[in-house]
């Protein structure tokens, strides 16, 4: 079952996510039907019950600045799909793993993706780059953000426990 997340920037000129787990008669949730006029763009989400294998969601590239504007604590997880990184293959596993760890805390786990993963790196993890001081971030990687700071990051492909003692050794709560 996928669930969907609408974010539109209209409401109280405030970017917002609101889930919706079924579609409407046009393939749309139900809400997009009556929002005609108002400018949305839908994130398709793997979901996020209890009885979910996951409690990742994935964000765009593009709408990671006003993700983390709304969310206080967030861990990130930047990689690519791409077979040619083939550091990226199997770090989803270790990622939504340790996801679980947290299932009851404060704290969102996301993950960004792009493909192809060496030629078109988002602007976003130069901006990160320079926040944290890092000469180079290396993907796969994961990054801790409070009040939309990156505050550390853990570079390569690691196992769920490095993530979680990752995590856990960090200023989230």
């Known amino acids: 079952m996928w669930k969907y997340l609408i974010r539109s920037a209209v409401i109280s000129g405030m970017i917002s996510y609101m889930p919706f787990a079924t579609a ?8 997009l039907q009556s929002w005609h006029n108002t400018p949305v763009s839908l994130i398709q989400v793997e979901n996020r019950s209890a009885s979910s294998t996951t409690h990742v969601l994935a964000v765009a590239p593009s709408d990671l600045e006003s993700f983390l504007a709304t969310h206080q604590h ?15 293959v199997g770090a989803n596993q270790a990622f939504d793993q340790a ?30 780059e320079k926040q944290l001081n890092q000469s180079d971030v290396a993907i796969p990687c994961v990054a801790i953000f409070k009040n939309q700071t990156p505050m550390k990051i853990l570079m390569g492909r690691k196992n769920a426990n490095q993530i979680i003692d990752f995590v856990n050794n960090s200023v989230l709560p």
Not at 24 to 31: A, F, K, Q, V
């Open 99 to 128: 996801s679980k760890h947290f299932a009851n805390k404060k704290i969102e786990f996301i993950r960004v993706q792009w493909n192809p993963a060496f030629s078109h790196i988002p602007a976003v993890v130069s901006k990160i």
């Open 24 to 31: 409407g008669t046009n393939g749309l949730p139900d809400p």
């Open 74 to 88: 967030v861990v990130v997880q930047f990689t690519s799909p791409d077979p040619s990184c083939t550091w990226c």
